[in-house]
C-alpha cells in the first residue's frame, strides 16, 4: 500500500518553516495583522511575498531582463 505523505492540515503548496524573533517584533507583527483583519501567518506570508518581489524588480539583472523583453 503507498504511503500518503501528510502535510498536517497545510494547504497544498504551503510549507512550515520556523523562525526565532524579538519579542517586541512579534508584537508588532500581531498587532499590524489584526489591524489587516489577519492571521500572523498570513499577515508574514503577504508581506514576504510583497518584499521579495521588489528586491527582485531592484535588482539589476531584473531591470535588463525586463527591458530587453520590450
Not at 6 to 32: C, F, M, W, Y
Not at 37 to 46: D, H, K, L, P, Y
Request: positive net charge.
Amino acid at each position: 500500500m503507498a504511503q500518503r505523505k501528510q502535510n498536517h492540515g497545510r494547504a497544498p503548496g504551503k510549507t512550515q518553516i520556523s523562525i526565532s524573533l524579538p519579542q517586541n517584533l512579534v508584537e508588532r507583527i500581531d498587532k499590524l495583522a489584526e489591524e489587516e483583519n489577519r492571521n500572523r501567518s498570513n499577515f508574514i506570508a503577504t508581506h514576504l511575498e510583497r518584499l521579495a518581489d521588489d528586491v527582485a524588480a531592484s535588482e539589476p539583472a531584473a531591470a535588463f531582463k525586463t527591458a530587453k523583453k520590450k
